[in-house]
């Protein structure tokens, strides 16, 4: 969800504050317009060139910059946002927005840089709380990102979803039963009977810190093949082993042993928010970026999985790394690119992700042969995936175990 922050952009009238600030919307990239359209772009492009007074050129910038925001074009805001900046450096709008946009890149240490110029200016403004808070949670600053939620509700006391957040925020820093409070309350209260995403929220946090809370041994944190009946007692373990480190190694291991408990619960959100806070506490472990990477491929966040293989791969060429990058390079259209680097990763180890890519490639490419034995070479190192089973069956192969027992005796 977009974490944006207009400032008097929202309000229907100009107030005198917004004047003062130079925050007027400058109607030709105005945030509020059909941003998609080439109309709009091709206005915005035109006032911006023709623009020589350096605040209002700034202003269009911005809305410049909004824009490439809402298609994902985080570079380009970047760049609109940075020279923005260069000509109005304090302006409050334009630094959130900034930092926004590199929470997205996970630029954290950035964008804390810039809402903590924005909160100097407005100390009395949730907004900025709220987006430094996200940006300290996943830079791993933990009590950091608890002090601004505890502030949002100060601000905000009325909020029961600046409730919610500050209860989340504090089960990370092992103020449980004031997580367990907090939900209970939002549960009673009456603002709370008729919203049933709020409810749903506060009783799977309610749920999630009474599992973590409950007695448990931080010795048995570790990584090992599972069922579904384990994963409760790892969790609370994990939990346990997390806040009883005394190392970032250490805290970052236990919840990335953590995540494969919420894994098999199942609660993906759980598990994606331990492996990028251990990414957080770590990040030069190139294994956890690998990791958080292959988390956002399943939830289809390609974009955030390019990113994170592309990091990890800076640190170690890995043969994962590499397998990961190409998946998701793939999902991203860029096939030539992702076939390369799936090659090499397949070239070093021969690993199922490598494998499952190249058959899925070949496969789209018409060379059913070819992608025929690749996919019965996952299938003999165990894998029974449904996917696995219906594409082989598209092949022509309604046994892979009889095809390979063929295949295997033709060989010798």
């Known amino acids: 969800m977009r974490r944006i922050f207009l400032g008097c952009l929202l ?113 009395n403004e949730p907004e900025g709380f709220s987006e430094r808070a996200y940006a300290r949670h996943y830079a791993g600053d933990l009590a950091g990102a608890y002090s601004d939620r505890a502030r949002i509700v100060e601000l905000d006391p009325e909020s029961l979803d600046a409730l919610a957040a500050r209860a989340e925020a504090a089960v990370w820093i092992g103020k449980i039963a004031e997580a367990i409070a907090d939900a209970k309350a ?24 009474n599992l973590m809370s409950a007695p448990g041994e931080p010795a048995r944190c570790k990584m090992r093949n599972m069922e579904t009946k384990d994963a409760r007692r790892q969790i609370t373990d994990c939990t346990h082993a997390f806040f009883a480190a005394t190392s970032p190694h250490a805290k970052a291991e236990a919840l990335t042993y953590r995540s494969v408990g919420w894994q098999l619960i199942p609660n993906e959100d759980r598990a994606t928010d331990d492996d990028a806070v251990a990414v957080g506490i770590e990040p030069g472990n190139d294994e956890l970026l690998v990791n958080l990477g292959f988390h956002y491929l399943s939830s289809n966040h390609s974009w955030a999985a390019e990113r994170m293989f592309s990091r990890a791969i800076a640190i170690k060429r890995s043969p994962m790394a590499l397998a990961g990058h190409a998946r998701a390079l793939w999902n991203l259209n860029q096939a030539e690119a992702a076939f390369t680097e799936a090659r090499e990763s397949f070239g070093v180890d021969g690993n199922e992700a490598a494998t499952w890519l190249l058959a899925d490639m070949t496969f789209d490419r018409g060379d059913r042969t070819v992608a025929k034995q690749l996919y019965l070479s996952i299938y003999r190192r165990g894998s029974r995936d449904d996917g696995l089973v219906a594409r082989l069956k598209e092949l022509g192969v309604s046994d892979p175990g009889k095809a390979i027992a063929i295949g295997d005796k033709t060989k010798q």
């Open 186 to 209: 939002i549960l009673v209260h009456p603002a709370a009977k008729d919203d049933e995403k709020l409810l749903a929220r506060a009783q799977q946090l309610l749920d999630a810190a």
């Open 11 to 123: 309000g229907a009238a100009v107030t005198t504050q917004c004047l003062a600030a130079g925050n007027l919307l400058e109607p030709s990239c105005d945030p509020h317009g059909d941003l998609k359209t080439a109309d709009w772009r091709g206005r915005c492009n035109a006032a911006i060139d023709a623009q020589t007074d350096d605040k209002k050129r700034a202003a269009l910038l911005f809305g410049r910059a909004y824009a490439a925001v809402e298609d994902y074009r985080y570079d380009d805001a970047l760049r609109d946002l940075d020279a923005a900046l260069v000509a109005d450096p304090d302006n409050p709008r334009y630094l959130h927005e900034r930092a926004y946009v590199n929470g997205e890149l996970s630029n954290h240490a950035a964008a804390i840089a810039d809402l903590d110029k924005q909160i100097a200016q407005q100390p």
